[in-house]
T-cell receptor, first 114, second 114 residues
């Protein structure tokens, strides 16, 4: 069966520090991978999605970047965090190119920038 | 571009009340539509889905019908329970971004009281 791992669960970082959140998927190949952010009162915002290694689509211009160095690994990064980067970050995967396929989510990372 | 609009919450109901959460979408082509649920402190999980017009998705007493003429996918349940308290997200894929892009509405928080 497929599983998705996302870590860390919680993170407190000072303004200006770098960020690296990692997500890995097991039990499937060639998945779509997604990073979402859930900020207080702002719903679930798609940040990046990827259909393959090195292929990243950015949905919102911002202080973050994403990379996919391996088929089942998706990394969210920042060189210098801002207070506005605080939020709940969710990684997800889905089967590529399939109509009606559902997305499977990790447990999320609660990021607080202080 | 594609978008999903949900009714603002929070929605507060007494146990056994009837629930409706409105969702409308804007998308080209024939998107697939989803409802996801997020219980407190957890990631998202699929509640139900529909992949073509007039399809009805159902699960755990919840149901929603894909209405292409009104571009809607309203979530309903005849008798809510305290355990249904959660945040509900409407989502779509298969619009202009293709099947690989999954976008969500802002979410509607439901609180059910005994």
């Amino acid at each position: 069966s497929q599983t998705i791992h996302q870590w860390p669960a919680t993170l407190v970082q000072p303004v200006g520090s770098p960020l690296s959140l990692e997500c890995t998927v097991e039990g499937t190949s060639n998945p779509n991978l997604y990073w979402y952010r859930q900020a207080a009162g702002r719903g679930l915002q798609l940040l990046f999605y990827s259909v393959g290694i090195g292929q990243i689509s950015s949905e919102v211009p911002q202080n973050l970047s994403a990379s996919r160095p391996q088929d089942r690994q998706f990394i969210l990064s920042s060189k210098k965090l801002l207070l506005s980067d605080s939020g709940f970050y969710l990684c997800a995967w889905s089967v590529r190119g399939a109509r009606g396929t559902e997305a499977f989510f990790g447990q999320g990372t609660r990021l607080t920038v202080v | 571009g594609d978008s999903v609009t949900q009714m603002e919450g929070p929605v507060t109901l007494s146990e056994e009340a009837f629930l409706t959460i409105n969702c409308t979408y804007t998308a080209t082509g024939y998107p697939s539509l989803f409802w996801y649920v997020q219980y407190p402190g957890e990631g998202l999980q699929l509640l139900l889905k529909a992949t073509k017009a007039d399809d009805k998705g159902s699960n755990k007493g919840f149901e929603a019908t894909y209405r292409k003429e009104t571009t809607s996918f309203h979530l309903e349940k005849g008798s809510v329970q305290v355990s249904d308290s959660a945040v509900y997200f409407c989502a779509l894929s298969g619009g202009s971004g293709g099947y690989n892009k999954l976008i969500f509405g802002a979410g509607t928080r439901l609180a059910v009281h005994p």
